[in-house]
């Protein structure tokens, strides 16, 4: 899953496409760090047509505001009780709760909060808490993004191409995304993403069927493996998935193992979780309800691990086996997180693209852990991945 997504982490579609014929496009910007955003539009090449350097995408700059609006819809199209709406407000709602929870985790440290608005349709809210007591770095975002979208971005992300060449696409994108990075070696690292994802039928093709999808996933990224702390964690994404359907836990586990695989180490991000992308082949209001009880997951899934383990005792060489598995986050967001990437090559806004990365890390040439250390049975389980439960 190393191509790259046209949209995903905190960026901007280019505002014009360079074909033949350009359509007008209204460009997206978010405050996402999360893989695939947009998850069936695959590749910056499509169907022989070839995007321009992106040196030469014009982008589309967010505006900042001095607080957040009751909604980032226009309410006299998008209705509260639509699944636009519910999603927007699950999502602000998770993220105060996330954002209470740590920061009476850390016990002094507060969130500074950005807010910000697109032309285009829509804004986002970016917090970030930067060295506190517990946490080196907690950033939780929400983007609720909307406008057009280019004509063969549609048809990529449809399932079969799609021969027809219809106009510009009216879509809506929403999502919630945090990563979490605690001081303490023994403390553990999370990420985790929910996104919802429409178009409308374009213009010129009257009746074409609404389009719609839900992303997302939660996942533990330890430096030391305690086994009834992955065990708890996993316990409670395979609850969250059991009351839904009991094939999601393995799946989207699985799923999620694949899926943050540092390709040129041979070796996982971290201990799993899960993950779901393209997911629109259950019900509406079923999928809306799953990545609700997914997103508040979180805080039970973690918080209590946080409070068993920040105040660990620790040595010198526990903080830098901590510092060297930050090094694979690093390498992982940067080389293979789609979203990552492509912010950074079309000149997003660089604080929200880069907010998933630790305030530091560690690179040791030819490091090898002493075989059947603490160090090393971590690294065998992000090179073997286990079934926890």
């Given at each position: 899953m190393s191509s790259t997504s046209l949209i995903s982490s905190p960026l901007s579609l280019p505002t014009k496409t360079h074909f033949q014929n350009p359509p007008q496009i209204i460009p997206i910007s978010n405050a996402f760090s999360s893989p695939n955003f947009f998850p069936k539009i695959q590749s910056l090449s499509i169907h022989n047509h070839k995007l321009p350097p992106i040196s030469a995408m014009a982008i589309e700059k967010e505006t900042p505001e001095t607080e957040a609006p009751p909604t980032f819809l226009r309410e006299d199209s998008n209705p509260s009780d639509s699944v636009r709406g519910r999603f927007e407000k699950?999502?602000?709602?998770?993220?105060?709760?996330?954002?209470?929870?740590?920061?009476a985790a850390d016990g002094g440290g507060k969130f500074k909060e950005d807010v910000w608005s697109r032309p285009g349709g829509g804004g986002g809210i970016s917090r970030v808490l930067q060295d506190g007591a517990v946490w080196e770095k907690a950033g939780v975002n929400v983007s609720v993004v909307y406008g057009v979208m280019p004509p063969d971005a549609y048809r990529?992300?449809?399932?079969?191409?799609?021969?027809?060449?219809?106009?510009?696409?009216?879509?809506?994108?929403?999502?919630?995304?945090?990563?979490?990075?605690?001081?303490?070696?023994?403390?553990?690292?999370?990420?985790?993403?929910?996104?919802?994802?429409?178009?409308?039928?374009?213009?010129?093709?009257?009746g074409a069927p609404r389009q719609w999808w839900f992303g997302g996933g939660t996942d533990f990224t330890p430096a030391y493996i305690f086994e009834e702390d992955v065990r708890h964690f996993h316990q409670v994404q395979k609850d969250a998935c059991d009351k839904f359907d009991p094939s999601f836990y393995p799946r989207f586990k699985k799923w999620c193992d694949d899926y943050f695989y540092i390709k040129?180490?041979?070796?996982?991000?971290?201990?799993?979780?899960i993950f779901f992308d393209d997911l629109n082949d259950y019900d509406q209001e079923m999928l809306l309800s799953f990545a609700t009880e997914c997103a508040n997951s979180v805080i039970p899934a973690y918080i209590p691990v946080i409070e068993k383990r920040k105040d660990t005792p620790f040595t010198e060489a526990n903080k830098e086996w901590q510092q060297l598995r930050r090094g694979r986050y690093v390498e992982f967001n940067l080389v293979y997180d789609r979203g990552t990437t492509f912010g950074l090559k079309t000149g997003g806004r660089i604080e929200s693209i880069l907010v998933s990365l630790p305030l530091t890390a560690r690179w040791e040439y030819d490091h090898k852990p002493e075989e059947g250390s603490e160090e090393w049975k971590l690294l065998d389980a992000c090179m073997n991945p286990k079934e926890w439960l």
């Amino acid at each position: 899953m190393s191509s790259t997504s046209l949209i995903s982490s905190p960026l901007s579609l280019p505002t014009k496409t360079h074909f033949q014929n350009p359509p007008q496009i209204i460009p997206i910007s978010n405050a996402f760090s999360s893989p695939n955003f947009f998850p069936k539009i695959q590749s910056l090449s499509i169907h022989n047509h070839k995007l321009p350097p992106i040196s030469a995408m014009a982008i589309e700059k967010e505006t900042p505001e001095t607080e957040a609006p009751p909604t980032f819809l226009r309410e006299d199209s998008n209705p509260s009780d639509s699944v636009r709406g519910r999603f927007e407000k699950m999502i602000r709602e998770v993220q105060n709760k996330v954002c209470e929870a740590i920061e009476a985790a850390d016990g002094g440290g507060k969130f500074k909060e950005d807010v910000w608005s697109r032309p285009g349709g829509g804004g986002g809210i970016s917090r970030v808490l930067q060295d506190g007591a517990v946490w080196e770095k907690a950033g939780v975002n929400v983007s609720v993004v909307y406008g057009v979208m280019p004509p063969d971005a549609y048809r990529a992300a449809k399932a079969d191409g799609g021969s027809h060449k219809p106009g510009p696409i009216p879509f809506f994108a929403a999502g919630i995304s945090s990563v979490l990075h605690p001081k303490n070696p023994f403390a553990p690292t999370l990420h985790f993403n929910y996104r919802y994802f429409e178009t409308d039928a374009p213009k010129d093709a009257p009746g074409a069927p609404r389009q719609w999808w839900f992303g997302g996933g939660t996942d533990f990224t330890p430096a030391y493996i305690f086994e009834e702390d992955v065990r708890h964690f996993h316990q409670v994404q395979k609850d969250a998935c059991d009351k839904f359907d009991p094939s999601f836990y393995p799946r989207f586990k699985k799923w999620c193992d694949d899926y943050f695989y540092i390709k040129h180490r041979g070796e996982r991000r971290g201990l799993g979780g899960i993950f779901f992308d393209d997911l629109n082949d259950y019900d509406q209001e079923m999928l809306l309800s799953f990545a609700t009880e997914c997103a508040n997951s979180v805080i039970p899934a973690y918080i209590p691990v946080i409070e068993k383990r920040k105040d660990t005792p620790f040595t010198e060489a526990n903080k830098e086996w901590q510092q060297l598995r930050r090094g694979r986050y690093v390498e992982f967001n940067l080389v293979y997180d789609r979203g990552t990437t492509f912010g950074l090559k079309t000149g997003g806004r660089i604080e929200s693209i880069l907010v998933s990365l630790p305030l530091t890390a560690r690179w040791e040439y030819d490091h090898k852990p002493e075989e059947g250390s603490e160090e090393w049975k971590l690294l065998d389980a992000c090179m073997n991945p286990k079934e926890w439960l």
